[in-house]
């Protein structure tokens, strides 16, 4: 079975803090995404990444940063915590495909920023 | 215009009824087609994926897709409580993420 694991579930965190959620696949996935969801918007990709060191914008980008060393990791970095950062952050991989690429997610981090 | 878009619901149907989820895309470039489940809390996990026109079975659950109509949609038969949860509909048009819609949230009366 894939299995994705961040590496909070809840996260408090200050405005302004620098903010660093971890996500780790343990199938060899080349695709890493990560996900904000908020009620009423679904699911909106942040950044996602196709191979290590690489990293495509997703619809939402701003304020965020991500880092892909290595194949198995995939780091989310708000530099500047804001409010309105106060979210469910989901991570989730894929393999390689044609158009068939089931992603897997990870139980979540929900991020309360104060 | 939402690239995919769902009904929010609620949609409620009573146990042993068929619920039927739906779902419409804007991107005729769209390839494949997911159906994920989402409980109250948690992440969302995958049903099933349809990429053919016409309709796929997998126990209680079939998925229909009209790329003619950019169109959709999941059956469940036998809907139990169990099944209460959101049901997120998204579309990989190529470029590796998929886009989601916002869900429709099912309820299931016993």
């Known amino acids: 079975d894939v299995k994705v694991t961040q590496s909070s579930r809840y996260l408090v965190k200050r405005t302004g803090e620098k903010v660093f959620l971890e996500c780790v696949q343990d199938?060899?996935?080349?695709?890493m995404f990560w996900y904000r969801q908020d009620p009423g918007l679904g699911l909106r990709l942040i950044y996602f990444s196709y191979d290590v060191k690489m990293k495509e914008k997703g619809d939402i980008p701003e304020g965020y940063s991500v880092s892909r060393e290595k194949k198995e990791r995939f780091s989310l970095i708000l530099e500047s915590a804001s409010t309105n950062q106060t979210s469910m952050y989901l991570c989730a991989s894929s393999t390689r495909g044609g158009g068939q690429e089931t992603q897997y997610f990870g139980p979540g981090t929900r991020l309360l920023v104060l | 215009q939402k690239e995919v878009e769902q009904n929010s619901g609620p949609l409620s149907v009573p146990e042993g009824a068929i619920a039927s989820l739906n779902c419409t895309y804007s991107d005729r470039g769209s390839q494949s087609f997911f159906w994920y489940r989402q409980y109250s809390g948690k992440s969302p996990e995958l049903i099933m994926f349809i990429y053919s026109n016409g309709d796929k079975e997998d126990g209680r659950f079939t998925a229909q897709l009209n790329k003619a109509s950019q169109y959709v949609s999941l059956l469940i038969r036998d809907s139990q409580p169990s099944d209460s949860a959101t049901y997120l509909c998204?579309?990989?048009?190529?470029?590796?993420?998929?886009?989601f819609g916002s869900g429709t949230r099912l309820q299931v009366q016993p």
């Open positions: 199938m060899d996935h080349e695709n």
């Open positions: 998204a579309s990989d048009t190529g470029r590796r993420a998929l886009t």
